[in-house]
T-cell receptor, first 114, second 109 residues
Framework: SAVISQKPSRDICQRGTSLTIQCQVDSQVTMMFWYRQQPGQSLTLIATANQGSEATYESGFVIDKFPISRPNLTFSTLTVSNMSPEDSSIYLC???????????FGPGTRLTVT | QKEVEQDPGPLSVPEGAIVSLNCTYSNSAFQYFMWYRQYSRKGPELLMYTYSSGNKEDGRFTAQVDKSSKYISLFIRDSQPSDSATYLCAMSVGGKLIFGQGTELSVKP
């Protein structure tokens, strides 16, 4: 299985600012995904990030609020822009094994917006 | 109606009990079915993965899929206190995972 790391592991930010979360994988993968897990809730897909193409966003998520970069096959970033307390969540990246279609998750970034 | 429904629990059982966790779904296009375990303040850990109807066993864990009834289950035998976590079912189509609400399980010594 892929080993995924995320930075930062946690952060406390002021409203109106932006935070960029990094996701690094130990192997090359085509499909990477960004999820949000709000307090006490399950995971919701924000967007799919494929290398060499624009990210595809799910209903309710927009590029201006959550810009994503995917510069190569092992790395991606998610920016949470103009933050409000409602953005306080855990943000997780995941990757899909292209052969088995199993998906593996990073440890998450715990964001608190004050 | 949500695409994936999971009883949120919480569920509390004594050590050694058999645990049954269940999810139903409405989208026939789902191709892959997964169970994740999530400990507090950790990312989800893939426990079981299946893509066809039937049973798949891995140690104390058995995943069951019934595509005709749109129903999946996870059974945990001889449950241990270390199994205490939130269990999430997830279903995939086109690489996108749709999660159930998660069931919080507590196994008491």
């Amino acid at each position: 299985s892929a080993v995924i790391s995320q930075k930062p592991s946690r952060d406390i930010c002021q409203r109106g600012t932006s935070l960029t979360i990094q996701c690094q994988v130990d192997s090359q993968v085509t499909m990477m995904f960004w999820y949000r897990q709000q307090p006490g809730q399950s995971l919701t897909l924000i967007a799919t990030a494929n290398q060499g193409s624009e990210a595809t966003y799910e209903s309710g998520f927009v590029i201006d609020k959550f810009p994503i970069s995917r510069p190569n096959l092992t790395f991606s970033t998610l920016t949470v822009s103009n933050m409000s307390p409602e953005d306080s969540s855990i943000y997780l990246c995941s990757v899909e094994d292209p052969t088995s279609h199993e998906q593996y998750f990073g440890p998450g970034t715990r964001l608190t917006v004050t | 109606q949500k695409e994936v429904e999971q009883d949120p629990g919480p569920l509390s059982v004594p050590e050694g009990a058999i645990v049954s966790l269940n999810c139903t779904y409405s989208n026939s296009a789902f191709q892959y079915f997964m169970w994740y375990r999530q400990y507090s303040r950790k990312g989800p850990e893939l426990l079981m993965y299946t893509y066809s109807s039937g049973n798949k066993e891995d140690g104390r864990f058995t995943a069951q899929v019934d595509k005709s009834s749109k129903y999946i289950s996870l059974f945990i035998r001889d449950s241990q206190p270390s199994d205490s976590a939130t269990y999430l079912c997830a279903m995939s189509v086109g690489g996108k995972l749709i999660f159930g609400q998660g069931t919080e399980l507590s196994v008491k010594p």
